[in-house]
């Protein structure tokens, strides 16, 4: 009987978001809510769907920018993008050190608050050669902040009084995962939005100096360096909409659907997000990446509001 009313509550909730009637932090939540009171009918594939329903979603997005204005938004936050990412991973070197946390974890959390959450985690484990706990382990912390700020960044957003850009530009640099990027963002305003999936996914290839990093520090060579190929294909979508080869109707429409398509990912993002795995994790991972990711959010801040 439980089993089946959690299957009920689970489709259910993906039919409304589909529609449109559910918000991101509503959608992480009702996840979260899900696995509090059932036991996941389909763990297996949620976690396999939400990297492909991203992309997805990531990709149509593209369908509602523009080329010009994307290749300037890119190249205005390089500098904010450098700066970060610079910071947050020598900071995590040295926390890391200092906490005596084990290094490949350490390393792992590193990459997924400075660069990209979970794509980074999953890019640079098999550099390092990070085994099944250690990496379930930085997931699960990155995932656990990732559904704080998706919650708490829209408020402190309006609290400092940000404008859609500032705060666009703030999400990408300071929430770890591209899927609570673009929830939040998503929440703030359309401006918003654009802004950070732009960044967010600039900030994505920084995966590849980080992989070679990677190498250096952990001293294995021959290593294959993934490139995120989606990115690319989101190219591509912003090259058809600026070139008006799709009609209006048609590309609002894919934007739509892809928006839609964002809030059942971060319904699976809840509904993978585990407290006993956050218990089994211990303190020390939990005050290094907090550490960390309050770190970014400040210096980011504060750059934004001093240079934009």
Same mark, same amino acid.
């Given at each position: 009987?439980?089993?089946?009313?959690?299957?009920?509550?689970? *489709?259910?909730?993906? +039919?409304? %978001? #589909?529609?449109? &009637?559910?918000?991101?932090?509503?959608?992480? @939540? =009702?996840?979260?809510?899900?696995?509090?009171?059932?036991?996941?009918?389909?763990?297996?594939?949620?976690?396999?769907?939400?990297?492909?329903?991203?992309?997805?979603?990531?990709?149509?997005?593209?369908?509602?920018?523009?080329?010009?204005?994307?290749?300037?938004?890119?190249?205005?936050?390089?500098?904010?993008?450098?700066?970060?990412?610079?910071?947050?991973?020598?900071?995590?070197?040295?926390?890391?050190?200092?906490?005596?946390?084990?290094?490949?974890?350490?390393?792992?959390?590193?990459?997924?608050?400075?660069?990209?959450?979970?794509?980074?985690?999953?890019?640079?484990?098999?550099?390092?050669?990070?085994?099944?706990?250690?990496?379930?382990?930085?997931?699960?912390?990155? *995932?656990?902040?990732? +559904?704080? %700020? #998706?919650?708490? &960044?829209?408020?402190?957003?309006?609290?400092? @009084? =940000?404008?859609?850009?500032?705060?666009?530009?703030?999400?990408?640099?300071?929430?770890?995962?591209?899927?609570?990027?673009?929830?939040?963002?998503?929440?703030?305003?359309?401006?918003?939005?654009?802004?950070?999936?732009?960044?967010?996914?600039?900030?994505?290839?920084?995966?590849?100096?980080?992989?070679?990093?990677?190498?250096?520090?952990?001293?294995?060579?021959?290593?294959?360096?993934?490139?995120?190929?989606?990115?690319?294909?989101?190219?591509?979508?912003?090259?058809?909409?600026?070139?008006?080869?799709?009609?209006?109707?048609?590309?609002?429409?894919?934007?739509?659907?892809?928006?839609?398509?964002?809030?059942?990912?971060?319904?699976?993002?809840?509904?993978?997000?585990?407290?006993?795995?956050?218990?089994?994790?211990?303190?020390?991972?939990?005050?290094?990446?907090?550490?960390?990711?309050?770190?970014?959010?400040?210096?980011?801040?504060?750059?934004?509001?001093?240079?934009?």
């Amino acid at each position: 009987m439980k089993t089946q009313l959690s299957k009920i509550y689970f *489709f259910t909730v993906i +039919a409304l %978001a #589909l529609a449109g &009637f559910i918000s991101s932090p509503i959608a992480l @939540g =009702l996840g979260f809510v899900f696995t509090l009171f059932f036991k996941h009918p389909f763990l297996e594939k949620s976690q396999k769907s939400i990297h492909f329903l991203l992309k997805i979603a990531v990709v149509g997005l593209g369908f509602g920018m523009a080329l010009i204005e994307t290749i300037k938004t890119s190249v205005s936050s390089f500098g904010l993008t450098f700066f970060c990412i610079f910071f947050t991973v020598s900071l995590g070197l040295i926390l890391s050190r200092y906490l005596k946390l084990d290094k490949s974890l350490g390393h792992l959390i590193t990459s997924g608050t400075s660069i990209c959450g979970g794509s980074a985690i999953a890019a640079i484990s098999p550099i390092i050669k990070a085994d099944t706990k250690t990496i379930s382990m930085a997931l699960g912390v990155v *995932f656990f902040l990732n +559904a704080i %700020a #998706l919650i708490v &960044f829209p408020t402190l957003g309006h609290i400092f @009084g =940000l404008n859609q850009h500032q705060f666009g530009l703030w999400c990408a640099v300071a929430i770890h995962d591209t899927s609570s990027v673009v929830g939040a963002a998503l929440t703030y305003g359309e401006e918003a939005l654009k802004i950070a999936t732009t960044v967010k996914l600039s900030r994505t290839l920084w995966i590849i100096p980080m992989s070679i990093l990677s190498m250096f520090l952990f001293k294995n060579s021959g290593q294959k360096i993934k490139f995120p190929l989606f990115i690319l294909l989101f190219l591509v979508a912003i090259l058809i909409n600026s070139s008006d080869i799709l009609p209006t109707a048609i590309t609002t429409t894919i934007v739509t659907i892809s928006k839609h398509l964002l809030v059942v990912t971060l319904f699976l993002v809840g509904t993978t997000i585990s407290i006993s795995d956050l218990k089994t994790t211990g303190w020390k991972p939990m005050i290094f990446a907090s550490t960390l990711w309050i770190f970014v959010s400040t210096i980011s801040l504060c750059y934004i509001l001093y240079f934009f």
